[in-house]
């Protein structure tokens, strides 16, 4: 089993910053993709950004420019630096992994509980 645990979120001010971090934990024998998704009150989740082992990035028009995405495989981690932050970005941010959890395994989608994001004056 794969966890995910969050860390980073919290109140900002608009146009300003904040650095989401996920690690992956447990039983991991290799991780693709890792990635970050959001959920607005009301709304559906939707992708922010995600990026391959290799460093090969995607990421949603609306955060383009503003947001990055970076990855440690060494320490199988991901982060979201936030920059120019708008009201519309406050959420619940949820990190994503899709991983074998042992040589010759399927991949498996792992979420983590997610972590609050409100950006408001």
């Known amino acids: 089993q794969v966890q995910l645990v969050e860390s980073g979120g919290g109140l900002v001010q608009p146009g300003g910053s904040l650095r989401l971090s996920c690690a992956a934990s447990?039983?991991?024998?290799?991780?693709?993709?890792m990635g970050w998704y959001r959920q607005a009150p009301g709304k559906q989740r939707e992708l922010v950004a995600d990026?391959?082992?290799?460093?090969?990035?995607n990421y949603a028009d609306s955060v383009k420019g503003r947001f990055t995405i970076s990855r440690d495989n060494a320490k199988n981690t991901v982060y979201l630096q936030m920059n120019s932050l708008k009201p519309e970005d406050t959420a619940v941010y949820y990190c994503n992994a899709v991983g074998s959890p042992y040589l010759g395994s399927p991949e498996y989608v792992y979420w983590g509980q997610g972590t609050q994001v409100t950006v408001s004056s």
């Open positions: 447990g039983s991991i024998f290799s991780i693709n993709f």
């Open positions: 990026i391959t082992s290799g460093g090969s990035t």
